[in-house]
């Protein structure tokens, strides 16, 4: 059992289940960064126990568990993911809650949508966010998938008791799926950043192009940032107002094109800023 740096704890279902609660737990604390609470610690025995109840019912020798894997963009980590059968299961427990809150169901949803959209050995995998509010008396009765048509199910709720029969749901609704890749654990993450990630970046002397993932071609790219340069200088020239829309598909290079052109009109080709350029707002909007 090697853990991997994303993640607390990692191994097999067999591995899993032979291993000590006490063991896993040591691992846990061992690897957590700082000193984990008492009330954390509890967490993750309650963790423990349910799943090891749920994973003795599961036959498969591919099966793979992680605890509290890293989502980078988020800040945050999946309490549990499951890779069995060839599906992503994301986990997220509120231990010791009797009520399902919608914030809750955001959460575990985000997960799914961050490994979907950023993760690449996710992308072309059916993902199962499942919110486990342990003491919650019931449970989500139908499989549905996400409006967008990109292979991630709707939140499911469940009380510990009903984790199995979810998952046992989802594999009727999904039984033939290419098993998960062995490397998905250390999968390329490749997350576009923010604007004021972004920013952050470029003042600490990276190039323009390090700074996000892009798919547009560099033609078109070049062409875009070329015709925004001569509408402001023709402004400039004429003492008028103009705004420039960019559109495209998420990862088009739309981020690129804007801090690409406030680069190059700020500095012009200088190794200072220049003074006194006037007003340039640059704002990326969601879809």
């Known amino acids: 059992m090697k853990r991997s740096p994303r993640c607390l704890f990692n191994s097999d279902f067999e591995t899993f289940l032979r291993i000590d ?22 967490a993750w025995k309650s963790e423990i ?19 509290e894997y890293d989502i980078p963009r988020l800040g945050k980590r999946i309490d549990v ?29 985000d997960y799914a949508l961050d490994l979907k959209n950023f993760h690449k050995l996710s992308r072309d995998k059916v993902i199962v966010p499942i919110l486990i509010a342990t003491k919650y008396q019931s449970r989500t009765d139908a499989i549905q998938m ?3 048509d990109d292979s991630v199910v709707k939140p499911l709720v469940t009380g510990e008791l009903g984790v199995l029969e979810l998952i046992e749901k989802v594999l009727t609704r999904f039984p033939n799926e290419l098993l998960v890749d062995n490397n998905w654990i250390i999968s390329p993450y490749a997350p ?29 790219t070049d062409r875009t940032i070329k015709y925004i340069l001569d509408v402001i200088q023709k402004s400039k020239a004429n003492r008028e107002k103009s705004i420039c829309f960019v559109t495209g598909v998420p990862g088009a290079g739309k981020t690129l094109v804007g801090l ?3 680069v190059q009109q700020t500095y012009q080709g200088s190794d200072k800023p220049i003074e006194d350029e006037g007003a340039f707002i640059f704002q990326e909007m969601a879809p």
Do not use: W
């Open 146 to 148: 996400s409006v967008y």
């Open 49 to 67: 126990a349910i799943l090891k109840n749920v994973l003795a019912k599961l036959n498969d020798d591919n099966g793979q568990i992680i605890f």
């Open 192 to 220: 576009t950043p923010t604007i004021v990630e972004a920013a952050k970046k470029l003042y600490e002397n990276h190039s323009v192009e390090d700074i996000t993932r892009h798919e547009a071609d560099e033609v078109s």
């Open 81 to 109: 993911v499951l890779l069995y059968k060839g599906i992503i299961f994301c986990l997220e427990f509120k231990v010791g809650e009797s009520k399902v809150l919608e914030m809750d169901v955001d959460q575990v949803l």
């Open 21 to 42: 609660t006490n063991a896993i737990l040591g691992e846990l604390c061992d690897n957590y960064h700082g000193t984990a609470l008492t009330t954390t610690i509890e």
């Open 260 to 262: 690409d052109v406030a």
